[in-house]
């Protein structure tokens, strides 16, 4: 298997089909099941986003390697409209959907490092990496 994969989310059942993509992955990686979970809720999490905000874009998982260690990252892109206000959707409780608002800032505390890039009618690139212990 090459290091990168991708699922394109256009419905529900990508957001369904990028997790179970993101377990796998995992899995051969060597992370036990409560990374797993981290991971697959991340990947749920990004993908939910692009679906009800974007409309359309792809999650990627890729297998990375630095200095002898392995990890995985989930890069979540999008053409969408983008984020207007970085810093309010990275507070907890903020929720543009009328959910629980642990979105993001949720994603963030679950990976290891995050990285989110978005600018108002270009889209939204998203990076979040899970090194295995």
């Known amino acids: 298997m090459e290091n990168q994969s991708c699922v ?5 059942w990508d957001i369904v089909a990028a997790r179970q ?3 796998n992955v995992a899995k051969e990686l060597g992370f036990g099941t409560v990374d797993q979970a981290r991971i697959t ?6 993908a939910r986003n692009i679906y009800l905000y974007a409309g359309q ?7 990375i390697y630095d200095g002898g260690k392995a990890g ?6 999008d053409s ?8 309010q959707v990275m507070e907890d409780g903020f929720s543009t959907s009328g ?11 679950l990976m290891d490092e995050f990285l989110i890039d978005s600018n108002p009618g270009t889209g939204t690139d998203i990076r979040a990496t899970k090194w295995l212990r």
């Open 21 to 23: 993509l993101g377990r």
């Open 80 to 87: 969408g409209p983008g984020i207007n206000d970085l810093r």
């Open 99 to 109: 959910g629980l608002g642990a979105g993001l800032p949720g994603v963030k505390r």
């Open 41 to 46: 809720t991340a990947i749920s999490e990004l």
């Open 8 to 12: 394109k989310i256009i419905n529900e």
């Open 72 to 77: 995985l990252r989930i890069v979540a892109v």
């Open 57 to 63: 874009g792809q999650v990627c998982i890729e297998k």
